[in-house]
């Protein structure tokens, strides 16, 4: 893909022709969006090492919202719902491998440790979710492993976006990514969103190395999560790129070790925290569930955590808006609705009620997507913030760092680019 097509797809301005060549080289090419390696000992206290939840200040955030009502599907490597922290939590799915098994076969256990980190309600020592109060929609497909083992459904992957669009669910996870571009896959994507559905996507591992953008995530229609620390710093295995729409923790996450469910493991991925921004988004829509999805996400962006010295007008090709903070809203009500038929990833009509929204008027879209566009702006740094967060993780920090200092929200020499991103056609 040469920069001048590449600049093209981000503003969603793709020639048919260009969209039907990549599709034929996608098929079957499909990488797993998981996390990295795992430490060689299980963690004996998986509950002990989830810190995002006291940084996040998830306690309190509890007391008004669970994601009671909010239904969230994943589309992983299945979800096992006999999991003690998810018994209870999963409805029921589909399997589109086209192998043995059902969507409650998880052959990784990756799916299922999303499905606890977005639902988990923590029973027999498991995890426990961002939004306990939310329930689980999974829908299986297959991984490269899997593809080279079986002979699979070529087609799963644009078939469960297309079932978790028609489904209940109000959000789709798919904390999975692959390096090639395809059509059909954008087109079913597209589909979701125009059904009012949120699609959070991770953005991909290999921030450190070859940082190609990954697909779903880097359509126009899927919100791409990057992965933070407890530094309150971008990861360094976190992809990044004018793709970017929003940060949330990604290191350190415990994650079941393999397919048998026996323990945890400390793990780090992109995947994490597109689990914990879905989880973020049902605490957000349960405290509101009159609203829309485009609502739902422009309050995302508004509330997120940014350092001190981010510039108005602009998104970070490492955080994008910023790092989830669900609790600045709940807590404190940050963020405006604004346009319920409006989407704050495209500034375009989509997705919204036709009538009787409850929000109050706001500006169509945020700032950031309203910003002039054309080539990045100066790179900038963000400063390390001496100001201590609220007690809803509010301030100036994303939130309060573990052992009481506060760090910048993103690495050193971390550019900014002015918002002319693939999200303003």
């Known amino acids: 893909m040469t920069p001048v097509m590449r600049q093209a797809h981000k503003r969603g301005t793709l020639h048919n022709a260009r969209r039907g060549l990549l599709g034929a080289l996608a098929a079957g090419a499909w990488l797993v969006g998981i996390s990295g390696t795992a430490t060689a000992a299980p963690i004996p206290d998986a509950q002990s090492e989830q810190w995002y939840l006291d940084a996040m200040h998830a306690e309190e955030i509890w007391k008004s919202a669970t994601g009671e009502g909010i239904k969230v599907a994943v589309i992983d490597s299945g979800v096992n719902p006999s999991v ?14 086209g192998v043995d098994g059902d969507e409650t076969d998880d052959y990784t256990g990756h799916g299922t440790t999303m499905a606890e980190l977005i639902a ?6 498991g995890l426990k979710g961002l939004a306990p109060g939310a329930k689980i929609i999974p ?14 459904n070529a087609f799963d992957k644009q078939q469960a976006i297309r079932a978790a669009a028609d489904s209940d669910a109000q959000i789709i996870n798919m904390s999975w990514g692959g390096e090639f571009y395809s059509s059909e896959e954008r087109d079913a994507v597209e589909y979701a969103q125009s059904k009012g559905k949120l699609f959070f996507a991770a953005a991909g591992n290999t921030g450190d190395g070859p940082n190609k953008e990954e697909y779903p ?11 933070s620390g407890p530094d309150g710093k971008v990861a360094k295995f976190s992809q990044h790129g004018n793709f970017v729409d929003i940060a949330a923790p990604g290191a350190g996450i415990p994650s079941w070790c393999d397919e048998n469910f026996k323990s945890y493991c400390d793990r780090n991925g992109t995947s994490h925290a597109t689990a914990i921004a879905s989880a973020s988004a049902a605490l957000i829509w349960s405290k509101h569930p009159e609203w829309t999805g485009n ?7 508004e509330s997120a955590g940014r350092g001190e010295g981010w510039k108005p007008g602009t998104v970070s090709n490492f955080l994008g808006h910023g790092i989830v903070r669900p609790g600045a809203h709940i807590n404190r009500g940050l963020g405006k609705p604004g346009a319920p038929d409006v989407s704050p990833l495209t500034n375009e009509k989509v997705g919204g009620a036709t009538s009787g929204s409850a929000a109050s008027p706001a500006p169509s879209a945020p700032a950031s997507s309203q910003a002039p566009k054309g080539k990045p702006g100066a ?5 390390g913030s001496s100001e201590k967060a609220g007690a809803d993780g509010g301030g100036s920090t994303p939130w309060p760092v573990i052992g009481g200092a506060a760090a910048a929200v993103v690495v050193a020499g971390a550019a900014f680019a002015v918002a002319r991103r693939r999200r303003s056609a």
């Open 120 to 125: 988990g309600t923590g029973k027999g020592g």
């Open 84 to 97: 003690p922290s998810l018994q209870g939590q999963v409805l029921k799915g589909q399997d589109f491998t």
């Open 295 to 301: 609502q739902v996400l422009r309050v995302m962006f």
């Open 139 to 152: 829908y299986r497909v297959t991984d490269t492993d899997l593809q080279n083992k079986e002979k699979v």
């Open 379 to 383: 790179d900038a740094v963000v400063a």
């Open 217 to 227: 995530a880097a359509y126009p229609e899927a919100i791409a999560v990057t992965g």
